[in-house]
């Protein structure tokens, strides 16, 4: 199955725009976990059981687990949403970004040895380092375009021939690399008006938007900059305010509340 | 100790310029290590101890590892390097680039985990995503400028006010985001007339110069471009040309023998 056909239909089958994304960090985690051998799988499996109805996607961010040697535990958070929740899309977010043969090493590490539904990948090197992604047509690759750091504005709003440097790529992405249909863009919650120019120039493109919840995108503006006419075309990410809503006993509990008023939040306004 | 003096030293013991990238890629090793549960570093620790005396720094590509699920192997063969080859820095070629506290992921993992004294970074996401790399000021942070490949120009050439981005990246790195004095940067072999154009720009920084070898730079242009009145200033990477210059028994001896070449051409031109 493609990509975009799973996460569409995830969008419909959860009424749903949100995703959590899975960045387990080993101070954060709730005290009655920290002594298991595999906190983190059970951390994340955790708030994958609380929240899984109210979501379009997972997106585990593969730098929390590599930082603590935990590669193990990613896979077993991927093996448990493919066996547990199948039609759910997962998003390894990775950021990669190289060329030739290193390329299909990542597009391995991704694909094959994760088994990601989408992976996150960096456009700084060009077409010729995306490719190695995007020839497999049934996976989606989710390229950088406007991030929601301040640091963003150092390269991607660079102005050539009046227009910002995003605006050039998601042209580039749109027009020449997405030959296989299955490219998406990341563009940060904090930018609404460089979103919607980001809508405007790729037609139905799906966006990945991080930096709602504890960067403090606004939601309303985002959602309107950001929909596509059916109310869609968004997979919101949410991290932080999820995952560590709570500390207690009751932690699962506490993303699950908060996962939901992020989902009805944004269905407000799609 | 600084990175830079690190670098500095072994340039000077060494009487070289040029490094081994390590890009174990399983259908290419020799026959006889096949068999192995540790073939990705018996292949390695052969073609160190082969080369040792040739080179300035070993840079293993981690891509190579991660998609066979090898993490342990790169740990072992650094620590290899450290416990057998002090002097030789180690440059984990890695191109993160992430915010915020996933920067801060990525950082632990090639700096605490893995032991290394430098790592590649990409700039797009700007200036902020590189500050958690360059504030361990003894590591050195390797950004990507102007790469070797073709695609380099769908982004890295795009003209800004008359001057290519790439060199807007170079006077930022190096009037902006250098503080700690540890910042290199990446400029491909393949174009000896950008290289020259970086250098102009960043003084004596160090540069690291992937594509010879394999991907055929041309060594004397290269070199007159790149170095610095002192005769070095760069880190001249060659891969698969060394590694894989013979697949028989004799595989560690072949690749010393392209070595010696490299290194040797290289200082016909300093």
């Known amino acids: 199955m493609k990509f975009n056909d799973k996460l569409r239909a995830a969008w419909s089958f959860s009424n749903s725009l949100l995703c959590v994304g899975l960045d387990p ?9 920290r002594g298991s051998s595999r906190a983190i799988f059970e951390f994340n499996k955790a708030i994958i059981d609380a929240t899984h109805d109210l979501v379009c996607a997972y997106k585990p961010q593969i730098a929390y687990f590599a930082a603590q040697s935990a590669e193990d535990q990613l896979l077993m958070t991927i093996e448990y949403l493919k066996a ?4 759910i899309p997962v998003i ?15 597009a391995l590490e991704a694909f094959a040895r994760y088994q990601a539904d989408a ?3 960096n456009p700084y090197l060009g077409g010729d380092s995306i490719t190695p992604f995007t020839r497999y047509a049934d996976k989606g690759v989710v390229i950088l375009c406007r991030t929601s750091n301040a640091g963003a504005q150092d390269l991607q709003d660079m102005q050539i021939d009046g227009k910002p440097l995003f605006l050039h790529l998601a042209s580039k992405v749109s027009n020449e690399w997405n030959s296989n249909r299955n490219c998406l863009l990341v563009v940060g919650a904090t930018w609404p008006e460089q979103m919607r120019q980001v809508r405007e120039v790729v037609g139905d493109m799906p966006l990945l938007v991080p930096g709602v919840g504890a960067q403090g995108g606004d939601v309303q503006a985002l959602v309107k900059a950001g929909k596509t006419a059916e109310g869609t075309g968004l997979i919101i990410s949410s991290s932080r305010a999820v995952l560590y809503a709570g500390s207690g006993d009751d932690f699962a509990q506490a993303a699950r509340r908060v996962a939901m008023a992020s989902r009805d939040e944004i269905n407000l306004y799609r």
Do not use: F, M, N
Not at 84 to 87: E, G, I, L, N, R
């Open 25 to 33: 960090d080993p101070v954060k985690l709730p005290a009655q976990l």
């Open 84 to 87: 547990q929740y199948p039609h």
């Open 92 to 106: 390894l977010d990775a950021k990669r970004g190289d060329i030739g043969s290193t390329a299909d090493q990542y």
């Open 119 to 121: 992976v996150t990948v």
